[in-house]
């Protein structure tokens, strides 16, 4: 369902500073010297390998700055990565930074139509699901409202009702089950729990190892952008925890 092949990811660093006129005149009045280009590179990820076969729900763990995060925009098409390849089989649905694709000046509900446009849902389809989403969100007294007067979790809520109004066949996940309230957490991991026995592949990114060992049948451990463990969940998550312990 998803194969990825040596992939790795570079970013240069110094790129956004030498476009900055804040920063040319920074480095002007300190008289800061500019390092060697080489020196600025960044790699996210370098030489990540493995697979993701059709009904597994594969959990990426890993510390702040891992490379989880840009794994899954590699996957889902968003970035294009340095070297390597990535093969998906079937149609992917990525909730990554629910909530990137609404307009804040525009109200809930031209947002709905909106997003799911961009998540390729048809007009005629989101009116068949209008309700169901705004149910699902716990929003119909704010569907009139400005969603730039929304908090983060009222927005990440719109978002991922939006999301998952239909069951992909593949599901890329980044974090999204700490969003909103207590209730609504449980609300959506039962989402994802319908998802994942209908047969959704999933690529789950989470820093909540009861949530990796909750959903996950294998766990890929990643550090630093190279992985250091693939395998059986509870193994693969106990290792993380000690290690991060020391």
Same mark, same amino acid.
């Given at each position: 369902?998803?194969?990825?092949?040596?992939?790795?990811?570079?970013?240069?660093? %110094?790129?956004?500073? /030498? !476009? =900055?006129?804040?920063?040319? @005149?920074? +480095?002007?009045?300190? $008289?800061?010297?500019?390092?060697?280009?080489?020196?600025?590179?960044?790699?996210?990820?370098?030489?990540?390998?493995?697979?993701?076969?059709?009904?597994?729900?594969?959990?990426?763990?890993?510390?702040?700055?891992?490379?989880?995060?840009?794994?899954?925009?590699?996957?889902?098409?968003?970035?294009?990565?340095?070297?390597?390849?990535?093969?998906?089989?079937?149609?992917?649905?990525?909730?990554?930074?629910?909530?990137?694709?609404?307009?804040?000046?525009?109200?809930?509900?031209?947002?709905i139509y909106l997003n799911g446009a961009?998540?390729?849902?048809?007009?005629?389809?989101?009116?068949?699901?209008? %309700?169901?989403?705004? /149910? !699902? =969100?716990?929003?119909?007294? @704010?569907? +009139?409202?400005?969603? $730039?007067?929304?908090?983060?979790?009222?927005?990440?809520?719109?978002?991922?009702?939006?999301?998952?109004?239909?069951?992909?066949?593949?599901?890329?996940?980044?974090?999204?089950?700490?969003?909103?309230?207590?209730?609504?957490?449980?609300?959506?991991?039962?989402?994802?729990?319908?998802?994942?026995?209908?047969?959704?592949?999933?690529?789950?990114?989470?820093?909540?190892?009861?949530?990796?060992?909750?959903?996950?049948?294998?766990?890929?451990?990643?550090?630093?952008?190279?992985?250091?463990?693939?395998?059986?969940?509870?193994?693969?998550?106990?290792?993380?925890?000690?290690?991060?312990?020391?």
């Amino acid at each position: 369902m998803i194969k990825i092949e040596n992939v790795s990811m570079k970013f240069n660093l %110094e790129i956004e500073k /030498d !476009f =900055s006129m804040k920063q040319a @005149f920074v +480095d002007l009045f300190t $008289k800061k010297k500019k390092k060697n280009k080489k020196n600025d590179d960044f790699w996210a990820l370098k030489n990540v390998s493995f697979t993701v076969d059709k009904g597994e729900v594969v959990g990426l763990i890993g510390s702040n700055g891992a490379g989880k995060s840009t794994l899954l925009k590699v996957v889902s098409g968003v970035m294009k990565p340095t070297s390597g390849k990535v093969t998906v089989q079937g149609v992917i649905s990525p909730m990554i930074e629910l909530g990137a694709g609404f307009d804040g000046n525009l109200t809930a509900r031209e947002n709905i139509y909106l997003n799911g446009a961009i998540l390729g849902y048809s007009k005629k389809f989101l009116d068949s699901k209008f %309700e169901e989403i705004v /149910d !699902f =969100s716990e929003l119909k007294d @704010f569907l +009139d409202v400005p969603v $730039k007067n929304f908090s983060s979790g009222m927005t990440a809520k719109l978002a991922f009702s939006i999301a998952t109004v239909v069951n992909p066949e593949i599901l890329i996940v980044d974090e999204i089950l700490s969003v909103g309230d207590i209730k609504f957490q449980e609300k959506s991991k039962h989402k994802m729990m319908e998802m994942i026995k209908g047969g959704t592949t999933v690529l789950y990114v989470s820093h909540s190892l009861d949530s990796i060992k909750d959903l996950c049948t294998k766990v890929v451990w990643l550090e630093h952008g190279k992985v250091v463990k693939i395998g059986d969940t509870e193994k693969v998550c106990d290792a993380y925890y000690k290690d991060q312990m020391k």
